[in-house]
């Protein structure tokens, strides 16, 4: 893809429709379901008995009415949590979901599935085995994108699954990201946005780069994150995105 105005740039619902209904929940992920965009990202934490559940924190203090980490809680004290009321009341039944209810739901949608392993502060020995095999059983490795910060565990998964894609998460403005991203066998880059504007960005973009940037959620920062050349954005808000771009 190259850079050219009015090319297209892929959506990706950041946690969900996050804008508009409490992260990473079935209600985010059902309206994004709804939508006519090209994919969704959300997180994967293990419980304490060692279950894949989608919440983007280590903690569960910012999104739910309860405390502590999530690997210090087994599923059941998971499911007790209102994974919505601090959004809105209206989403006070919400639970945090498994990875597994989360597949169910775009199991038979077209929709690609960017399944972020947040190993990058806890290790969660086992997780990255358990989201591949979930792939796996689901018959979507064609369909799925492994990201991380933690990329020791990206290096690991592409060599243990190398038909499923995956994408580098990065923050840095970094001199020469391909070449990172090519010491750990990564896909694509996953950069903050300031490092697809600028002209290492821009570079890599030209030279073949697949750019996923995050998190994009004003009209002016798509335009500028498309214009650079980047393939796809992640957004809380889709729908908006989705009038704008396509």
């Known amino acids: 893809m190259d850079g050219e105005e009015g090319s297209p740039l892929e959506i990706f619902a950041h946690r969900g429709a996050s804008g508009s209904r409490p992260e990473n929940t079935m209600a985010a992920f059902r309206k994004a379901a709804e939508l006519p965009i090209d994919g969704v990202e959300f997180d994967i934490h293990l419980s304490s008995d060692g279950v894949p559940v989608v919440i983007h924190d280590e903690t569960v203090d910012r999104t739910t009415d309860g405390s502590g980490y999530v690997k210090d809680l087994t599923l059941n004290e998971l499911k007790r949590l209102s994974a ?101 066998r990564a896909d694509a880059l996953h950069p903050a946005m300031p490092f697809a504007v600028r002209e290492p960005g821009r570079l890599a973009a030209a030279k073949g780069a697949v750019l996923r940037v995050y998190t994009v959620n004003e009209a002016k920062h798509a335009l500028m994150v498309r214009e650079a050349g980047a393939r796809a954005i992640f957004t809380d808000y889709p729908d908006r995105m989705l009038n704008l771009l396509k």
């Not at 990255?128 to 490795?141: D, L, N, Q, T």
């Not at 290096?155 to 991203?181: N, Q």
């Open 84 to 184: 919505g009321c601090r959004f809105a009341d209206e989403y006070s039944d919400e639970r945090i979901p498994t990875l597994r209810e989360v597949l169910e739901l775009f199991r038979d949608k077209p929709h690609r599935l960017n399944i972020e392993l947040k190993s990058d502060v806890f290790p969660y020995p086992g997780m990255r085995e358990k989201v591949i095999a979930m792939v796996r059983e689901f018959g979507i490795a064609d369909r799925v994108i492994l990201s991380s910060f933690d990329h020791v565990t990206l290096e690991a998964a592409k060599r243990e699954a190398p038909d499923i894609e995956t994408g580098m998460l990065f923050v840095e403005i970094l001199a020469d990201a391909p070449a990172s991203a090519a010491r750990i």
